[in-house]
């Protein structure tokens, strides 16, 4: 039996994690499971794959969390400390899938104890990249891609040798505004961002998909993962999502990975790497699909791909900062306070506001730092809010 412990087991890809999970419960025995408000389903889930514990990330939710695993012999803890020490509890594969910069706290721990960390958790490569990739190292743990693009680079250069890797093409649908005309974007609410034209993901990661602020930081993410470079890696809208990224190789060789839009495909091959086992997915039917189709972004109509493109040249904490002030604007703009197109200004000028003088951006890759730098990145977005007012 693999120990296993699923973070953000509540969510869209914990909840997928533990479909496949629950398909074999002899093979696996749960550790952990970490919600945040969806209590009855942390606790329904907690019962259904028998976990020994269940975290909600809220302590103000942690009577509620008793309450309903009362009797039921799962333990029941709550808050960030609660979240760290599941994560230091001896398990072979462990899901990061929280949402967002708190993420990152618990998988570090995880890869502290060697486990092998599937990670769904994007913001954990963009905000502390060279920290995960270290920490894995000097503990022997294991980092696996989850995000279906980086799952399909990695299933692409399986044997092959990074010396030989000349790009890397990830495809992006165009989230939910792909065809709206430009100046409609300004108008646009957090419900009509909220609908994929593909994918069926939570909310935050769909509304960040409409604004390609997800393919920036997937952009970031490939950075990190296979440490090529940012002029290697290329964006292209593919309205079909069917291929997921493509691996270009010096002789002109591209290695396409396609699958449906199911991320069962991903978590499943990080869950059975390196083997591949039976996965309830669809099968594509190619003469069915016809056609599959592929354009450039325009820059205007995806300002975040730009600011990608400037925290890979700077480097240091300012992915940090992108991060930190993009989920706060993404905050912003879910609560009606700002305009969709206000995301990315906003993300700018803090970025711009750290550049300018605080030398932060070059203080060393620690938890700590990161932490502190994710906090201010947050405040100063709200300074920018105020000052627009
Ligand atoms: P969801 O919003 O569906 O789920 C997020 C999970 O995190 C839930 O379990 C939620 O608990 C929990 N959570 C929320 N806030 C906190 C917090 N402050 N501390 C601890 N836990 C918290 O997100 P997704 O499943 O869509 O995405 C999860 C991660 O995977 C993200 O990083 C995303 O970018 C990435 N990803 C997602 C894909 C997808 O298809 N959905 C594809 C590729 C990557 P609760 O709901 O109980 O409040
Ligand atoms: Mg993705």
């Not at 300012?318 to 912003?332: I, M, P, Q, Y």
């Not at 502190?372 to 405040?379: F, G, K, S």
């Not at 709200?382 to 007012?389: C, G, I, K, Y």
Request: include cysteine.
């Amino acid at each position: 039996m693999r120990k296993v412990s699923i973070f953000g087991a509540t969510g869209s890809i914990g909840q997928n994690t533990i479909d496949l999970i629950a398909r074999a419960p002899e093979s696996y025995d749960v550790v952990a499971l970490t919600g945040g408000h969806n209590i009855e389903q942390l606790a329904a889930d907690a019962q259904r794959v028998g976990a020994n514990l269940a975290v909600t990330a809220f302590d103000a939710r942690l009577d509620d969390l008793k309450n309903a695993l009362a009797g039921t012999g799962v333990e029941a803890a709550s808050g960030q400390a609660a979240l760290t020490e599941a994560a230091s509890r001896p398990a072979d594969w462990v899901m990061s899938a929280i949402v967002g910069a708190a993420g990152l706290a618990p998988g570090l721990e995880a890869l502290k104890h060697g486990a092998t960390l599937a990670l769904a958790n994007k913001e954990s490569l963009v905000c502390a990249g060279s920290l995960m990739l270290e920490t894995a190292r000097t503990h022997d743990a294991c980092l696996l891609p989850v995000d279906s693009e980086h799952s399909a680079i990695f299933q692409a250069l399986v044997g092959e040798d990074m010396g030989a890797v000349e790009r890397i093409i990830i495809t992006a649908s165009g989230g939910a505004f792909r065809d709206w005309p430009l100046v409609d974007l300004e108008n646009a609410t957090p419900d009509q961002a909220s609908s994929h034209p593909n994918w069926d993901m939570g909310q935050r990661i769909t509304i960040d998909s409409a604004s390609m602020f997800n393919k920036a930081m997937e952009v970031i993410e490939t950075r990190e993962f296979f440490g090529v470079s940012p002029d290697q890696i290329e964006v292209i809208v593919h309205p079909e999502s069917m291929v997921h990224a493509l691996v270009g190789f010096r002789d002109g060789a591209l290695m396409a990975h396609l699958g449906a839009p199911d991320m069962r495909h991903a978590i499943g091959y990080a869950l059975h790497w390196p083997d591949r086992l039976d996965l309830p997915v669809e099968r594509l039917d190619l003469a069915k699909l016809g056609q599959l189709n592929f354009r450039a972004p325009e820059d205007a109509r995806y300002p975040a791909l730009r600011l990608a493109r400037w925290v890979m040249e700077r480097g240091g904490l300012s992915g940090a900062v992108f991060n930190g002030a993009k989920e706060r604007a993404l905050d912003h703009f879910i609560a009606g306070r700002i305009g969709f197109l206000d995301m990315a200004i906003l993300v700018e000028q803090v970025l711009d506001r750290f550049e300018a003088g605080s030398g932060l951006i070059d203080a060393a890759m620690t938890l700590d730092n990161v932490t502190e730098t994710d906090h201010l990145a947050r405040q100063w977005t709200d300074d920018a809010m105020v000052n627009r007012a």
